[in-house]
Each structure stands twice: as structure tokens, then as C-alpha cells.
């Protein structure tokens, strides 16, 4: 096999040292606030809004501590992304519209116009988006804020004072739309699980990828609370243990019946017929039906149809990216090899030892039972369904925004 191009192909990314103690930009306060942390812990919300400062759930802390970061600027946002301490694909969409209030609020504070200030929303777009290639909804919702901005300076007696904060609303707005989306998720993922089932899951797709309840493990709290008696295998999922740290800390705190497996322990139970239902998220997925997961997705879902396990993704329709025709359009993040080396900065791997590390594969769409989204669930041929699925969701949000902006005028006349 021809050497993996580990360093060459981490583009711009900086190069990052092992996930547990990574340095993060100064926090923007000294102390996290009391009530800021209330606040946390009452909601496990990964991105939220409080006392005019953008606060993030360290994730690379948990479980064994609970630590909150705040970001005053675009980069840190962006570096925040970067070295997840915000990770998820809509937990980095919201974080990635709150950097756009940023970037728009610091130029409002240096004295900007109208123009300077959607000018720095989008200079902020720019930036973030770069943080993390993969999961689409961070484009996404950085897209639908910058045109949210743009609409909005359209409008005659648009103030710059005005548009920024009609932009923090927008971002509020966007976080308030992912739990809809997710509770709508859950309940037609519930509809295809039966009682008792076993259920098999890999990554982190819960409260702290997404703005409450989850998707593939919104399903699960879904079914969980509707008594259905389920019982879940959490994959570890190396290399940075999303399964470990983050699945298995939430499920425990839902009262949620789980074993935490190592990852290659699925294909085996799968044989032996202990579980009945894959679920997964998605960062991104194409047209056709391809779909960008965690690595290690793809090798669980082989298992899966040798098994005859069906494989469900759970995907919020902005994972859906119909500008991608198929799997090999979609960019896979590689990340540092420390990552693989280290295990929460315990060294386990000869130092130096050559790591290829892509943080992500692409299942191909022949091997998914169905994706469930907000709109229903899609079968194959994904090509039709999801299409119909992604317009249906952006006619929705059109019609919303476009009844919000007419709003806007009339106030602004
Ligand atoms: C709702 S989460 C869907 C995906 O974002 C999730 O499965 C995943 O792969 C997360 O990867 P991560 O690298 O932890 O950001």
C-alpha cells in the first residue's frame, strides 16, 4: 500500500496535539460565570447563547470533568471547531452561526456601517467554514446566516445596530429549528424499531452533538421514553472515544440499558444475532444517498447487510448535500496521528509511529436500510427521496424566513 499522504493532506488545518489538554485559545473570561454553568448542567446544551458571549461544553473533558469555554472572537470559534471541543455536525453548525454574530457585533463595535458589518459576517463565514471540512451543516448554517444578513441590509432604514441583532435572533432561531428537527427525527425513527430491540450505535449523535435529544440517539431516548425496552451497544469508536466518553456519559445519565463494546466487537454480535437495528448520524451526506459518518461506519454497516441488520442513518436535512453527486465528491478530514497514537494524551503507540488518520468514511448508499429525517423517512432510490425530502424542509424554512423579513419591512417603513 502506497504511504498514506498523512501531512500532506491536512491542508490548512494546524497541526494538533493529542485531544485531551489541547490548548485552546484563552478562554474570553478568566472565570466562567456561576450562572453560566447553571445553565450547562441544567441543559447539557453543547452551544449556547448567555450574557452577550457565545459558551461551549468542552467535550474533550468529558466525562471525567465538566469545564465550559466562552469565545468572543471569529478564530476562536473556528479553533474551537477545529480541536472539538465543539463537535457534532449541528452542534458545529450552531457554533458556526454564533461566530457569524461575532464577527458582525465586532465590527458594530468598531464603528461599522451597514455594509462593514455584513461584510465581517461574511469575512467570519469564510473563516469558519474552514475549520472542519466535512460536516456540511457547518457550511450550512454559516450560508443561511450570511444570506439572512445580506436580505437584511436590503431593507430601507436597515440600521447596523438592527441587522446584528436580528442576526443573534436568526442564530437562536437556527438552534430552536435543530431541536424541532430532531424531535421530529426521533419519533419517525421510533416508528421502525421494535420492542425490545438491541440496538447498535457509533459516535456521539446526542445532546452534545446537536441542540437537544439528538439524532440517531434522539431515536434511542425515543424510544426509551416510549417504553419500548430497548437496549443499546455503544461503540467505543476510536479514535477519539465519542462512544466511550460522550454516548455512554449520556445514555447512563437517561437511564438508557447500554454496554460500551470495543469497536471491533460489533461484527461479532451482529453474527450472533444480539442486535437488531444500526443507527448512525451523518456529517454529510450526497445526492444519491452516499453517507459520511464517523470512521468506522462503513465497516459496521458491512457487517450489518452481511447480517441482514438493518442500517438506518438519522440525518437533519441540512446533512443533505444535493450539490455532491455521490460519496466521492464528499471531503474526509484527516487529522493528527496523535490522535491514534494517544489515547487522552497516554501515549500508546510506539512514538512517531506512521498513523494514517481519516476522521471519517463514506457508506455507500446501497448498504442503508433508510435515512430518517425531520421529513420522513427515505427509502431508496435515494436519489428521489432525498431530493424531495431536502426541498420540502428548505421550502419550509423559505416560507418562514420570507414571512419574517416582510415583518421586518413593515417595522422598518
Ligand atoms: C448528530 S451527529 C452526526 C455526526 O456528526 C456524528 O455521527 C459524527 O460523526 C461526529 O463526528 P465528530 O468528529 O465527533 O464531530
Same mark, same amino acid.
Given at each position: 500500500?502506497?504511504?498514506?499522504?498523512?501531512?500532506?493532506?491536512?491542508?490548512?488545518? %494546524?497541526?494538533?496535539?493529542?485531544?485531551?489538554?489541547? !490548548?485552546?485559545?484563552? !478562554?474570553?473570561?478568566?472565570?466562567?460565570?456561576?450562572?453560566?454553568?447553571?445553565?450547562?448542567?441544567?441543559?447539557?446544551?453543547?452551544?449556547? $447563547?448567555? +450574557?452577550?458571549?457565545?459558551?461551549?461544553?468542552?467535550?474533550?473533558?468529558?466525562?471525567? +470533568?465538566?469545564?465550559?469555554?466562552?469565545?468572543?472572537?471569529?478564530?476562536?470559534?473556528?479553533?474551537?471547531?477545529?480541536?472539538?471541543?465543539?463537535?457534532?455536525?449541528?452542534?458545529?453548525?450552531?457554533?458556526?452561526?454564533?461566530?457569524?454574530?461575532?464577527?458582525?457585533?465586532?465590527?458594530?463595535?468598531?464603528?461599522? +456601517?451597514?455594509?462593514?458589518?455584513?461584510?465581517?459576517?461574511?469575512?467570519?463565514?469564510?473563516?469558519?467554514?474552514?475549520?472542519?471540512?466535512?460536516?456540511?451543516?457547518?457550511?450550512?448554517?454559516?450560508?443561511?446566516?450570511?444570506?439572512?444578513?445580506?436580505?437584511?441590509?436590503?431593507?430601507?432604514?436597515?440600521?447596523?445596530?438592527?441587522?446584528?441583532? #436580528?442576526?443573534?435572533?436568526?442564530?437562536? =432561531?437556527?438552534?430552536?429549528?435543530?431541536?424541532?428537527?430532531?424531535?421530529?427525527?426521533?419519533?419517525?425513527?421510533? +416508528?421502525?424499531? %421494535?420492542?425490545?430491540?438491541?440496538?447498535?450505535?457509533?459516535?456521539?449523535?446526542?445532546?452534545?452533538?446537536?441542540?437537544?435529544?439528538?439524532?440517531?440517539?434522539?431515536?434511542?431516548?425515543?424510544?426509551?421514553?416510549?417504553?419500548?425496552?430497548?437496549?443499546? $451497544?455503544?461503540?467505543?469508536?476510536?479514535?477519539?472515544?465519542?462512544?466511550?466518553?460522550?454516548?455512554? $456519559?449520556?445514555?447512563?445519565?437517561?437511564?438508557?440499558?447500554?454496554?460500551?463494546?470495543?469497536?471491533?466487537?460489533?461484527?461479532?454480535?451482529?453474527?450472533?444475532?444480539?442486535?437488531?437495528?444500526?443507527?448512525?448520524?451523518?456529517?454529510?451526506?450526497?445526492?444519491?444517498?452516499?453517507?459520511?459518518?464517523?470512521?468506522?461506519?462503513? #465497516?459496521?454497516?458491512?457487517?450489518?447487510?452481511?447480517?441482514?441488520?438493518?442500517?438506518?442513518?438519522?440525518?437533519?436535512?441540512?446533512?443533505?448535500?444535493?450539490?455532491?453527486? #455521490?460519496? =466521492?465528491?464528499?471531503?474526509? =478530514?484527516?487529522?493528527?496521528?496523535? =490522535?491514534?497514537?494517544?489515547?487522552?494524551?497516554?501515549?500508546?503507540? %510506539?512514538?512517531?509511529?506512521?498513523?494514517?488518520? !481519516?476522521?471519517?468514511?463514506?457508506? %455507500?448508499?446501497?448498504?442503508?436500510?433508510?435515512?430518517?429525517?425531520?421529513?420522513?423517512?427515505?427509502? !431508496?432510490?435515494?436519489?428521489?427521496?432525498?431530493?424531495?425530502?431536502?426541498?420540502?424542509?428548505?421550502?419550509?424554512?423559505?416560507?418562514? $424566513?420570507?414571512?419574517?423579513?416582510?415583518?421586518?419591512?413593515?417595522?422598518?417603513?
Amino acid at each position: 500500500m502506497a504511504a498514506p499522504a498523512a501531512a500532506a493532506s491536512s491542508g490548512s488545518l %494546524p497541526k494538533l496535539a493529542t485531544f485531551a489538554g489541547e !490548548p485552546v485559545a484563552k !478562554p474570553a473570561m478568566d472565570a466562567i460565570p456561576e450562572r453560566a454553568r447553571s445553565l450547562a448542567t441544567k441543559t447539557y446544551r453543547p452551544v449556547f $447563547w448567555h +450574557d452577550d458571549m457565545l459558551f461551549l461544553i468542552d467535550q474533550r473533558a468529558l466525562p471525567t +470533568d465538566f469545564e465550559l469555554t466562552s469565545c468572543n472572537t471569529v478564530a476562536m470559534v473556528g479553533e474551537c471547531i477545529n480541536l472539538m471541543v465543539v463537535r457534532g455536525a449541528p452542534a458545529i453548525g450552531a457554533a458556526g452561526a454564533y461566530g457569524l454574530v461575532i464577527g458582525a457585533r465586532k465590527a458594530l463595535s468598531d464603528g461599522g +456601517d451597514l455594509a462593514a458589518v455584513v461584510a465581517a459576517a461574511k469575512a467570519a463565514k469564510v473563516e469558519l467554514d474552514a475549520a472542519r471540512p466535512t460536516a456540511v451543516n457547518l457550511e450550512w448554517a454559516t450560508a443561511r446566516m450570511a444570506a439572512i444578513a445580506e436580505a437584511l441590509a436590503g431593507i430601507d432604514g436597515m440600521t447596523a445596530d438592527r441587522l446584528t441583532s #436580528t442576526l443573534l435572533t436568526e442564530a437562536h =432561531e437556527l438552534c430552536d429549528l435543530d431541536v424541532r428537527t430532531n424531535m421530529a427525527m426521533s419519533r419517525f425513527g421510533a +416508528d421502525l424499531v %421494535p420492542e425490545g430491540a438491541n440496538m447498535l450505535h457509533h459516535c456521539n449523535t446526542g445532546a452534545l452533538a446537536t441542540i437537544d435529544f439528538g439524532t440517531a440517539l434522539g431515536v434511542i431516548y425515543e424510544c426509551h421514553a416510549q417504553g419500548k425496552g430497548v437496549h443499546v $451497544w455503544v461503540d467505543e469508536t476510536r479514535p477519539r472515544l465519542q462512544g466511550a466518553r460522550l454516548t455512554a $456519559w449520556e445514555l447512563m445519565r437517561a437511564g438508557v440499558p447500554m454496554h460500551l463494546i470495543a469497536d471491533g466487537a460489533s461484527g461479532g454480535l451482529m453474527r450472533a444475532g444480539k442486535v437488531d437495528v444500526v443507527v448512525f448520524g451523518a456529517d454529510r451526506v450526497a445526492a444519491n444517498g452516499d453517507t459520511a459518518n464517523k470512521i468506522g461506519t462503513y #465497516t459496521m454497516c458491512c457487517a450489518a447487510r452481511e447480517n441482514g441488520v438493518p442500517a438506518y442513518a438519522v440525518v437533519p436535512t441540512s446533512t443533505i448535500d444535493l450539490t455532491v453527486p #455521490t460519496g =466521492e465528491g464528499i471531503p474526509i =478530514e484527516e487529522r493528527s496521528g496523535d =490522535e491514534v497514537r494517544c489515547i487522552k494524551g497516554a501515549q500508546v503507540a %510506539p512514538e512517531d509511529c506512521p498513523v494514517f488518520n !481519516p476522521a471519517f468514511d463514506v457508506t %455507500p448508499a446501497k448498504m442503508i436500510t433508510g435515512i430518517i429525517t425531520e421529513m420522513g423517512v427515505c427509502y !431508496p432510490p435515494f436519489a428521489v427521496s432525498l431530493r424531495k425530502a431536502k426541498e420540502a424542509a428548505e421550502e419550509a424554512i423559505k416560507a418562514e $424566513w420570507d414571512a419574517k423579513l416582510a415583518a421586518v419591512r413593515a417595522g422598518s417603513a
